[in-house]
């Protein structure tokens, strides 16, 4: 692997590299603070100084890079903080202490920040990238999207990953001089790819769109700004995509475990967690419950984020990158698992499957959760006018798949909650999740 470069900025350069391509003013304080910190990142990272710019250009910060200002602009969006009352696996009434999407969304991008440091990428972009990855999410996890999708199948689809980009190009409303939330062309490459790319080389749809195809919301939006469909992100989205695999296994693993869904004794066969805890066992000998499942989890995701670095910097050794741009052009993940490793996780994410997400308390919520959502659609979308004022209000004249879509983009941005109290003020019937 290369050695490492450090970014600095020398005054002969200041002409050239504080206007980037899309003729974006990155700020002489900015460029004066990297170079007093000395920020030392790899020469295949994601260069703030050199990012390809936002779609419609600003002045940047002073004191924030671009990407900086990405994270803090996601933070700050109407739609992370509704991640608070979305569901990850179990719903807000389970409990407290189960996932959440917004903590889920905190822990992979801890995650990020910690694969990213150590590889000496761009944590801050890894970061943004991780934060906003499910902001596109439904109310009810993956069973709302099931119902949103075969609501929309007629007109498309639904699609979180493209719900994402919608909201961080458009559906956002809070800047007097554009739509959503102009984030840096990295930002918003990371949150359409960070799980590999959407076309392959002749141009045809790949791995989850390979048989519906890509989301009209991606094509559309690339047709304005192009996102590079065909090739893999950047590396900090690749290590946001790794940070995900990592969060959500582990997290999910310890809700079942904590739901009385999974025993120790459960545990003794399943690949990474097994010899874990026959680790953690000879260690402190019998633990209870919350103990022992806390000490498999961050030994757990200790392995994981020790083997996907060690996996990425051989990978990176062999592939030898002299820019990001390499990385996006390699043809296969840089960010990655080893193959044993690979094996395991996929292994345990069967146990997942078959102990956690299709158990019958999980599983009969989940179908009365999806009547919601297909109750909800029917009505606004036959009677308009029972969507509350702001959203009657933007209702596109004329075109009804343009009523679907709007429709669509209103359920999505629901909480748990507010999509209970919605079927109760327009239906005499609604189903008790339990």
């Known amino acids: 692997m290369e050695s490492v470069q450090t970014v600095r900025y020398t005054k002969h350069m200041v002409s050239r590299a504080l206007v980037n391509r899309r003729g974006c003013w990155l700020g002489r304080e900015t460029v004066r603070q990297a170079d007093q910190t000395n920020v030392r990142l790899a020469p295949y990272a994601s260069l703030a100084a050199h990012s390809r710019g936002r779609l419609r250009p600003e002045t940047e910060s002073p004191t924030r890079t671009p990407f900086q200002r990405d994270r803090d602009r996601i933070l700050h969006a109407t739609a992370f903080r509704r991640l608070t009352h979305k569901t990850q696996v179990f719903l807000y009434h389970e409990g407290d202490h189960y996932r959440t999407r917004l903590t889920h ?99 045809q749809p790949v791995a989850r769109y390979a048989e519906s195809g890509v989301p009209q919301a991606i094509t559309s939006y690339c047709e304005e700004n192009d996102l590079e469909l065909g090739t893999h992100a950047g590396p900090e989205a690749q290590v946001a995509g790794l940070a995900d695999d990592i969060a959500y296994n582990n997290h999910d693993l310890d809700d079942g475990f904590r739901a009385g869904f999974l025993s120790a004794d459960d545990l003794a066969e399943v690949p990474l967690a097994g010899p874990i805890l026959q680790e953690v066992t000879r260690a402190h000998g019998a633990l209870e419950g919350s103990r022992l499942i806390y000490e498999i989890n961050r030994r757990l995701i200790t392995l994981m984020i020790e083997d996907a670095v060690a996996e990425t910097e051989r990978r990176l050794a062999a592939l030898a990158p002299s820019k990001a741009g390499d990385v996006r052009a390699a043809g296969q993940p840089i960010a990655a698992f080893s193959q044993a490793t690979a094996e395991e996780l996929s292994q345990l994410r069967a146990f997942l499957h078959a102990r956690v997400y299709r158990h019958p308390r999980i599983s009969g919520v989940m179908d009365k959760a999806q009547a919601i959502v297909v109750d909800l659609f029917k009505a606004y979308t036959g009677a308009p006018e029972s969507l509350p004022e702001k959203w009657r209000g933007r209702i596109a004249a004329g075109k009804e798949e343009a009523l679907q879509r709007h429709v669509a983009d209103f359920i999505a941005g629901m909480t748990d909650r507010y999509a209970i109290g919605e079927h109760r003020r327009l239906f005499d019937d609604t189903p008790e999740l339990r």
């Open 105 to 203: 969304s905190l822990e992979v991008a801890q995650i990020a920040r910690s694969i990213a440091r150590t590889l000496k990428l761009d944590e801050d972009l890894a970061e943004a990238i991780a934060l906003a990855h499910d902001l596109g999410h439904t109310p009810f996890g993956h069973a709302g999207e099931r119902a949103l999708d075969g609501a929309m199948a007629p007109y498309g689809g639904f699609d979180h990953n493209a719900q994402s980009l919608r909201i961080v190009t458009s559906l956002e409303r809070k800047y007097a001089s554009f739509d959503g939330l102009n984030l840096s062309w990295e930002t918003l490459e990371g949150i359409v790819k960070h799980n590999g790319p959407l076309l392959d080389g002749a141009g």
